[in-house]
């Protein structure tokens, strides 16, 4: 687990592009920027130069960006959308209630002209010649003055006005923990293209997907404002601000108004920061890894949470490590920002002033978003149960390791939501576009709740341990990429020697339901026939538990034809046998018990309820 050296980072990073095969391809975007901040009327300008390269088999005559702050304008879409939803976030919108009812009133819309958001792109040049652009909402449109061609490169270069937005939704202003500048999707953002088109979806709050790249970025502001955020600070000493062990702030003495902050970040696809004049900075190291640098006010009420944060904060990315792979950046930033929590590259922006069990709790999950999204770059607007999923489901398991009281099943929450959405008759299928959900609890659930029942349930089909390696390899394989769910599922079937397209088919591409029952318990010549129902359309292997009325127990195991194949036997210190295997379209399967009825004390369908059956008062039978 401290075996994390610098050579193995590097040799994963290299092992990377050997393993991709012929037909996987992803574009490039190299930028470099520099940008001086207006602390005092939140507006900043800025020069972009992007060298892209396009390693599509298209020739390609336009681009796009995204111009995230416009979102933060009356009468755009996010404003749209805010009047529109049934469960708006709630931080977005003004409640009123009545006895009667509930109504709410978006405060995009309230905003005035210094108090939105907004990036304009001026002067748009490609390789020199001017390259004619349109604003469509959150989204810049670039006529190109020569197609790209296949493996061709060409360099952007422009101005950029923008204006950070008062109402804060990851970015934003002076924030309710009064912190000065959330600096999230702040910059002309390069969409990506990718073998499935452009991916210039308009910013109406859910999810992101960009290009892989190189950030040379410079930042200058007045000089009393620390920066927390991605990538390797290169001038420390010019500013004088080294990133003290200590803890210890050193502001800068020179006379100087302003200073340029200059930042590195190799091989992310985005680029996020922060400022406050008040911030405290600390530092932990991970043995054998990356150096945590954490951002919090200096407000006494907060400080004793966030120093316990720090060592609670190597300990799970030291889990993250060994259970997923290392970390492959030298440097995590941790940062008091605008709202929530919210995962960015080697950082993260989360609110500071709530409990120490909420602050480790928002930690884990958004460190956990640095494999799941930011290492391993799944296109989240169309499979957000991957990254939200998948990242529920690691950093619940990782504050279980962490934490002194240990529960019995720290992923019981995911499958009760679940259950939850099922029951209320709106769940849609998770290949349903992140911004086409109309109901957010609805969404949230299906991301987070679902999409961590994805994995924990694969582990039920193909047996923990196989599940874990098949999520360490996928990080191997996929690492720097954009993997689909089909390449997830792909490595879970080469890692467990089974088929499982029906799996990733039922469960996320329709809202099939699992419900088996155990129909019918009856004696025959000293045997006990057991019938099993299967009444949702979702099928599943079977383990079934039986405890006899002497105390002993024993397991049988069902396979599930269409998968053919095994998994381990999960009860190691109980005898299995495993049966034969159940066809689909059979709605019942029988066999039988070399005991008396009377012997049985009880018989369960998966004791573990890592299976989602959705009715779970009929996968018991206890003799009356
Ligand atoms: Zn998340």
């Known amino acids: 687990m401290r075996k994390t050296t610098i050579t193995s980072l590097f040799l994963l990073v290299c092992s990377i592009s050997f393993a991709q095969s012929n037909s996987y391809w992803q574009q490039k975007a190299d930028y470099k920027m520099d940008v001086k901040m ?5 507006t900043y300008t800025g020069t972009q130069e992007l060298i892209y390269t396009n390693n599509s088999p298209d020739t390609l005559k336009k681009v796009y960006f995204h111009l995230f702050n416009n979102a933060f304008q009356p009468g755009s879409e996010m404003d749209a959308r805010l009047q529109s939803i049934s469960d708006p976030d709630r931080r977005m919108v003004k409640t009123f209630k009545t006895p009667e009812k509930t109504t709410y009133e978006s405060r995009i819309s309230a905003l005035k002209p210094n108090e939105i958001g907004f990036l304009k792109v001026l002067d748009f040049k490609q390789d020199g010649q001017s390259a004619e652009t349109k604003t469509i909402g959150t989204i810049l449109e670039v006529q ?9 490169k060409s360099t952007f270069t422009f101005n950029f006005d923008g204006q950070v937005p008062l109402q804060i939704r990851r970015s934003g202003r002076n924030s309710s923990e009064g912190i000065a500048l959330s ?3 702040w910059y002309p953002k390069m969409a990506e293209y990718d073998f499935q088109g452009w991916h210039a979806d308009p910013y109406i709050a859910r999810e992101f997907h960009g290009v892989w790249g190189n950030f040379d970025v410079k930042i200058s502001l007045d000089k009393d404002y620390i920066i927390g955020g991605t990538g390797y600070l290169q001038n420390p000493n010019e500013i004088g601000y080294g990133y003290q062990d200590d803890g210890v702030v050193v502001k800068h003495s020179r006379k100087t108004k302003t200073l340029t902050w200059h930042f590195l970040a190799p091989d992310v696809h985005d680029f996020t920061w922060a400022a406050d004049k008040d911030y405290i900075h600390d530092t932990a190291q991970v043995p054998g890894g990356a150096k945590l640098h954490f951002f919090y006010k200096n407000n006494p009420d907060i400080k004793e949470n966030w120093k316990n944060l720090q060592p609670k904060a190597v300990q799970l990315m030291e889990f993250f490590n060994a ?9 995590y930033s941790i940062i008091q920002g605008g709202d929530g929590g919210m995962e960015y590259a080697m950082s993260t922006l989360i609110l500071g002033n709530g409990t120490m069990q909420g602050l480790q709790g928002v930690t884990a999950h958004e460190m956990a978003h640095s494999w799941f999204q930011f290492v391993l770059a799944t ?10 999923g998948f990242t529920s489901f690691i950093s619940d398991l990782a504050e279980n390791a962490i934490n002194e009281k240990k529960v019995d099943n720290p992923l019981e929450g995911s499958y009760k939501s679940y259950a939850f959405m099922v029951n209320s008759g709106k769940e849609l299928p998770q290949t349903t576009h992140a911004d086409r959900h109309d109901v957010n609890q609805i969404y949230s659930i299906s991301a987070y709740s679902k999409g961590s029942v994805f994995l924990s349930q694969l582990g039920y089909v193909i047996g923990n341990e196989n599940l874990m390696k098949t999520l360490r ?3 191997k394989e996929f690492a720097f990429k954009h993997p689909t769910p089909n390449d997830f599922i792909r490595i879970a079937e080469k890692v467990s020697d089974t088929q499982l397209e029906w799996y990733l088919n039922d469960w996320t591409r329709t809202t099939n339901t699992i419900d088996y029952s155990i129909k019918e318990v009856v004696e025959k010549e000293n045997k006990t026939s057991i019938t099993l129902e299967r009444i949702g359309r979702m099928p599943m292997p079977i383990d079934l538990y039986v405890e006899y009325t002497d105390g ?4 049988f195991y069902i396979p599930l034809r269409m998968m053919f194949g095994e998994k381990l036997n999960p009860f190691t210190n109980l005898k299995r046998t495993v049966l034969a295997d159940w066809a689909w379209s059979f709605g019942t399967y ?3 018990i070399d005991k008396p009825k009377k012997s049985i004390k009880q018989i369960i369908i998966d004791p573990t309820e890592m299976m989602a059956d959705i009715e779970k008062e009929n996968n018991v039978y206890i003799q009356e």
């Not at 207006?38 to 939140?42: E, G, I, L, T, W």
């Not at 259970?323 to 440097?331: A, D, E, I, L, S």
Request: aromatic share 18%; glycine share 2%.
């Open 379 to 388: 296109n989240e607007s169309k499979h957000y149960w991957m990254d939200e």
């Open 552 to 555: 002993t127990a024993e397991t």
């Open 323 to 331: 259970n997923v792979g290392p970390y492959p950046y030298k440097q």
């Open 473 to 475: 390899r996928y990080y």
């Open 590 to 592: 029988q066999f039988s």
């Open 183 to 185: 600096m999230a999707q």
């Open 144 to 152: 190109l003055q020569k197609p790209i061609l296949p493996n061709q």
């Open 38 to 42: 207006d602390v005092k009327n939140y």
